[in-house]
Every structure is written in structure tokens, then in C-alpha cells.
């Protein structure tokens, strides 16, 4: 009977808390998708409001003349298209690549350069300089899809109640000669986008709840966005920030996904950069809850409108099961557990995680464009693997929690392998 009672309590605290919360959460978000898709039913347009879409360049030369020409190469008619690049302390040869292309594209385009760097400052000068209707903020190292313009729009001319939305950021294919270790990750980066914008932030949209406009591809309604004190510099995720601003100072307007609306961008160069990316991204998170407390008292457990808590709660206090599942099992092991029920515990739960993808991917190929349609099904090997991708992102992620509370925030992050090496280098030089 003892041991019948210590199966249950392993079972129930190390595996259905977390298939329980997750299961739950995969099949809301699933379902509330799948009704989200069949009411999206919008009229032509009209007419074609003024678009400035805001292109912040430091050292992009690799990337902007692609940038420039998707633009360029929109269905919307490039006479109501306005870009703005603004220069914040380049030193390669971004303004050569853009005198090249400015002389051949038929697109309104002006280069301004700031004296000073911060993608922040570089946006908000671009605002106040900003003619359209519509301002859209660009990263000079994506591309956008022919009709991405024409699509939010669309949505947004049909729609005076939209404030802001965030187009789907989509990550292109690796390039052929591309090593192993990157290339897999690019491939995992693929499914990661593709079902956190068509599935998990459309389902944040049926909320009301969307966490974040995305800094690659977003856009605003001018008059909305100038009564915002627009993108902070004392946050390193100034794009979460500023969607934060916006559910204070809006009323009966909103803000939501447009995954109709694509923009590409490249895949991760490599395991030390995809760690950077995360734990900053961690760490705005947390700066920009703690700026914010008013929102953050919003009670976790009302079904609709923007509530950071529930995000945090679930994002940490319930990821703790996954951070002892790793830490303790030897430990397990001590205490009188068998090996094999503990294997056995880790197969159900990857099992479990394993369902989840495949339950992401299904809804998420049904609401895609037929391109996408087709690398998913080339990439759907990876399924396997991306219940290990995503647990090695948390640990990413918990690395930034660590960094919020010990480190002042920066853009540039040094992974544990590389401070490891630096830190090795140090102590051979004070040795010498």
C-alpha cells in the first residue's frame, strides 16, 4: 500500500502538474485558433491610406538592400508608401547599399542619420518624422512578404477598433552551406515562429491578451501611437515596453496579430547567438512587468483583457516542475525510486510535449499560405526533436531571470561557454 501511495505522489507532482497546466493551456489555445480563423472575413479596400514604414539601420549591409526591394516589390501602391531609414551609428556601408538602390527603386525613401546609437532613439526620431496614417516599424534585416502591407491594412481600414498589430514573423531557410548545428537550429526556429504567431499569439488575440508587438513587424495607427511616450531606453526589450503603453493609454481599442501579414527574417547564426536573443528577451520581460505595476495587479484569473500576470505565473512559477525534473532525478534516485520509473516518467512526459508539437503544427498548417504549407511538411522530422529545443530554451530563459536580478541589461550577452573560456584565459594570464 506504501509503495501504491509513493507511485501516486511521484506521478501526480512530477508529471500531472505540468500535463495539466500545459495540456490545458495546448487546447485552449488550439481551439480558440480554430474559431479565431473562420470569422477573419474582410472587405477590399477602399482607398489606400499613407504608409511610413520606419527602417532603423546599424551596420546592415548584408541585409538592407533586401529589405528595401521586398518593400519595394509590395502589392500596395508604392506612391502611399513612405520609408524612413534612420541611421544610428552605422560604420560599414549601409548608406552606400541604400544611394545604390534609392537610384533604381521607384520607392520614397530618405536617410537620416542620428548622432548616437540605440534602436529606440532611432524609431522614435522616425516617428516624429513620420507623414502616414500608418506608421510601421521594420527591422533592416527582414524582408517582407509582396502583400504583407496590403494585408494589415486591410484588416485595419475594416476595423477602427484596432489600434496596433504585429504582423507573423516567419524565418527563412538556412543557406545551403550552412553547418549542421546552425541549420538544425534555423529548421527548430521555423517551427518555433510559425506556431507561436499562427497559433499561440492568434489565441492571445481572441484574449485580448497579446503579450508583444513584434520590434521585426509591427504596425500603428499614427494618432494612436503619438499618445504613447513611445519606445523606452530603459528597457532592452523596447518593443514589449511599448505594448504595455499602449494597454494603459487605449480604451475600447485594440491590438492583435495579423498573421495574414509576413515578414521574413534569418535564421540564428548559431547556439551562443539564440542564447543572447533569449535571455534578453527573459530579461525585458521582467524589467518591463516591474515598470508597469498597475497592470501587473490586474487579477491572473479574468478570462479576457491584457493580463501580465498569468503570463509571469505561468512562464515561471509553473516552470519550476520542468526546472526540478532536471536538477532532481538523481537525487530521485537516492531517495529510493527506481531507475526505470523515473525513465519511465521521462518518456510519458516527452510523449506528452511530443502530442503538444504535433497538435501546434496541425492547427497551424491549416492557417498558413501554401509556401509555408510546404516546408512544414519537409520539416516535420523535427517534430521529435523539438520537445528537447524548447526545454533547451527555458533553460535560456532562466539564465535571463538570473541576469535580471545580477547584471545591468544589455543588447550583447556573452553565453556560459564563452565567459567559461574568458574566464580560463583570465586566470592563465594572472597565472603568468
Known sequence: MSDLITNLIFWGVWLLAPMLVDGLTTLASLVGTLAQRRRRRYPALAH????????????????????????AAQTYPTGQIDVLLIDNGTSDDSFAIFSRVHGEL?????????IGRGKSRA??????????????????????APDAIAQIVTVMEADPQLAAGTGAI??????????????????????????????????QTLQQNLYTLSG???????SVL?????????????????T???????????????????AYVHPIESLARLYAQRVRWQRGQLEVSARYTRLMRRPFWQPFGFVPSRVLLVDHTLAFPRLIWTMLLPVLIGFGYSSALIVSALLVLYGFYLLVEVGWVAVALIGVDAASQRRLLRTLWLLPIMPLYRMGIFWFRLSGFIHATAEPGTWSVTDPLSQVRDGIADLRRRLR
Open 106 to 114: 521607384r520607392l520614397a525613401m530618405h536617410w537620416h542619420t542620428l
Open 244 to 262: 504595455f503603453q499602449l494597454y494603459e493609454v487605449l480604451t475600447d481599442e485594440r491590438i492583435s496579430c495579423i498573421t495574414e501579414a509576413i
Open 226 to 242: 503619438l499618445r504613447t511616450l513611445l519606445y523606452s531606453q530603459e528597457t532592452v526589450t523596447e518593443d514589449t515596453d511599448l
Open 216 to 222: 521585426a513587424f509591427s504596425f500603428f495607427r499614427r
Open 123 to 144: 524609431l522614435n526620431a522616425g516617428i516624429h518624422m513620420a507623414r502616414g496614417q500608418y506608421i510601421c516599424n521594420l527591422d533592416s534585416d527582414a524582408a517582407l
Open 48 to 71: 489606400f491610406p499613407l504608409v511610413t514604414i520606419i527602417v532603423p539601420v546599424y551596420n546592415s549591409a548584408d541585409t538592407l538592400e533586401t529589405c528595401l526591394r521586398s518593400i
Open 170 to 203: 516567419q524565418v527563412l531557410e538556412p543557406e545551403p552551406g550552412a553547418p549542421p548545428i546552425p541549420r538544425l537550429l534555423g529548421e527548430c526556429e521555423f517551427l518555433e515562429y510559425l506556431t507561436a504567431f499562427n497559433v499561440g499569439r492568434t489565441y
